[in-house]
């Protein structure tokens, strides 16, 4: 009689294990885990994982760098839409909640693929993953369409990110390649294998020779430095108090402005005011005081009517700039009473200061009674003023032959012997219309740029190494706090770096692969000394992604029991996690 003892199960706790599969496809139990090879059907979902990924890092980074020009796409919402709002604020809400869910699901996957589970995405992330690929490629359409000249700003910006991208990505594709030494050496030279191998070295290879494309300005020697660039406030200092006020205007001398930038509105009786919209309606109280004529333009209120008006509160309430609670309460006094700016007033202060004046003019209606003296209305407004000509400079391209005393600039880039002709000393460009070579070319011929609108301290730093002379600036604070270029390596440093970098990545990338070769032949050599004819190996089963294939193995594991197989040692099924343990 054969007395039979009761069956001891040891099962091996993967907390962690049983976390990642749970997570990214809801197979929280044992028998639901597989080792088999993943489907083509969840390889392509890691394709589209993978893609949305690299789309949102691509939107993730645009947004990062298009901070400098914040105030700008509110300000082209406002005038498409007629209501002032940040319009960045759900843009990059979504951003960050969207990038931080793939990049999550991106973790799961890899940590998959590198324990050798089953790629198996369950379909609420299946779902959440279109929902990010659809938005992202929404917004990216969107923006092309409103905004379609800061896509300008990514190939900028690599001229200060670009060596640091640089690094970044060497040393995430060096790691990778743990995960593709393994995937390829358990494979075995199959043929899809040997193209993911290929794949991945050529991108090592790309990212070897990426500094030979990498260009910058800050790649120079110290010497060669220039003095840092003249900060201009660029209606003041807007981020500090309502834009074109005296306060803005104090504020931004108070941070050390060498000039003052304004944009000039004649008034329907002559008068030359501070206004950059086209109506009143933004920064002033207009609605309540004049609702029917709200969408009328500015220049066709006299200056009486513009000077009743309140051009402070709006900011109070609006808060553009997210400044307002840094207010002290008596900055918020003096704001809420606020009136429009004259020309004379402002100028009046920039001479008192011993600085310069930008004038921006907008040109009023056809039907304005000042339509044609409007030139003329602005001169007076200067002569009164008392500041001296050589101090305002002029940007308007009509009518250059009256404003022969004043200091002239084009908005527009023109070659240098067109600006000599018209006898234009200097330039106002945009940073993106301004290449380092354009800028070298003009300061060889005596020609004086400024770059607007300069707000983040790495642009500023790009267009120092660049020799720039002087940038147009809404946040001058910002800009104050930045007394050398943000970063500055000589050639022979950053060849150093560079190759020192791709000689740690060969090294760690042949190590990986030399020691996942060492350990695929101890394992084997391993299992082969401990194989037990006895035991049955569950991977001979038909490899179907099912239920009820996982249950027959687990049926087979009790039949072996059931039927008499007995060893002293423990029988180890790593695919489904368990250990049986002794039994008599």
């Not at 069956?7 to 080792?35: D, P």
């Not at 938005?135 to 700003?153: A, K, L, N, R, Y």
């Not at 074109?244 to 944009?263: H, I, P, R, W």
């Not at 301004?434 to 060889?444: E, G, R, T």
Request: charged share 15%; net charge positive.
């Amino acid at each position: 009689m054969v007395k039979h003892q009761p069956l001891q199960q040891v099962y091996e706790k993967q907390l962690c294990l049983s976390f990642l599969t749970g997570i990214y496809g809801c197979r929280w139990k044992r028998y639901q885990r597989s080792h088999d090879n993943s489907s083509k059907w969840e390889c392509a979902w890691f394709i589209i994982l993978c893609s949305t990924f690299s789309l949102l890092l691509f939107w993730a980074y645009f947004w990062l760098e298009a901070h400098n020009d914040y105030n700008q796409f509110n300000w082209l919402l406002y005038n498409r839409s007629g209501e002032w709002k940040d319009g960045t604020v759900p843009i990059l809400a979504t951003t960050a909640v969207g990038f931080s869910y793939i990049t999550f699901l991106m973790i799961l996957a890899l940590c998959h693929i590198s324990l050798g589970q089953q790629l198996n995405l369950y379909w609420i992330h299946k779902i959440g993953v279109l929902a990010a690929l659809i938005t992202t490629v929404s917004g990216v359409v969107s923006i092309s369409d409103v905004w379609g000249d800061e896509w300008d700003i990514i190939l900028i910006s690599l001229q200060s990110t670009g060596p640091f991208l640089h690094i970044g990505a060497l040393a995430a594709v060096t790691a990778l390649g743990w995960l593709v030494a393994g995937h390829v050496i358990r494979a075995g030279r199959t043929k899809i294998h040997m193209i993911v191998l290929l794949v991945y070295l050529s991108v090592l290879l790309v990212l070897y020779m990426a500094p030979l494309a990498i260009t910058s300005p800050c790649i120079m020697d110290r010497n060669s430095l220039k003095p840092r660039p003249d900060v201009i406030g660029r209606r003041g200092a807007p981020m500090l108090a309502p834009e074109n006020t005296l306060m803005s205007f104090n504020k931004a001398l108070q941070q050390g402005v060498s000039s003052l930038e304004a944009d000039v509105s004649v008034s329907l009786d002559g008068v030359p005011f501070l206004m950059r919209d086209r109506t009143l309606r933004r920064t002033t109280n207009i609605a309540k005081v004049f609702p029917d004529k709200q969408h009328e333009d500015a220049s066709l209120f006299n200056w009486t009517e513009i000077r009743s008006l309140n051009a402070g509160q709006w900011f109070l309430e609006s808060d553009p700039y997210w400044t307002v609670g840094s207010l002290t309460g008596r900055d918020r006094n003096r704001m809420g009473n606020l009136t429009v700016c004259s020309l004379v007033e402002m100028l009046r202060l920039t001479a008192r200061a011993n600085r310069s004046a930008l004038l921006n003019l907008h040109r009023p209606p056809p039907e304005h009674p000042h339509y044609k003296t409007w030139i003329m209305d602005t001169l007076w407004a200067v002569q009164r003023s008392g500041i001296s000509q050589k101090r305002v400079t002029w940007t308007p391209d009509t009518d250059r032959g009256r404003v022969r005393g004043l200091q002239q600039t084009s908005l527009e880039k023109l070659s240098v012997e067109e600006l000599r002709h018209r006898g234009i000393s200097s330039l106002t460009l945009r940073y993106s219309q301004a290449s380092n070579k354009d800028i070298q070319d003009f300061l060889v011929n005596n020609m004086s740029v400024m770059v607007y609108p300069v707000n983040e301290p790495w642009l500023y730093s790009v267009l120092w190494c660049s020799g720039v002379p002087s940038v147009s600036s809404d946040a001058p604070q910002v800009l104050r706090k930045v007394p050398y270029p943000i970063w500055l390596m000589s050639p022979y440093e950053y060849c150093l770096v560079w190759i020192t970098s791709d000689l740690v990545s060969i090294a760690i990338v042949t190590g990986i692969f030399i020691f996942q070769n060492y350990h695929l032949i101890r394992w084997r050599m391993s299992g082969m000394q401990n194989y037990n004819p006895e035991q049955i190996m569950l991977s001979a089963v038909t490899r179907r992604p099912s239920r009820d294939v996982n249950i027959m193995k687990e049926k087979l594991i009790f039949s072996e029991v059931s039927n008499g197989v007995t060893n002293t040692d423990e029988h180890l099924y790593p695919e489904n996690g368990y250990d049986i343990g002794q039994y008599k």
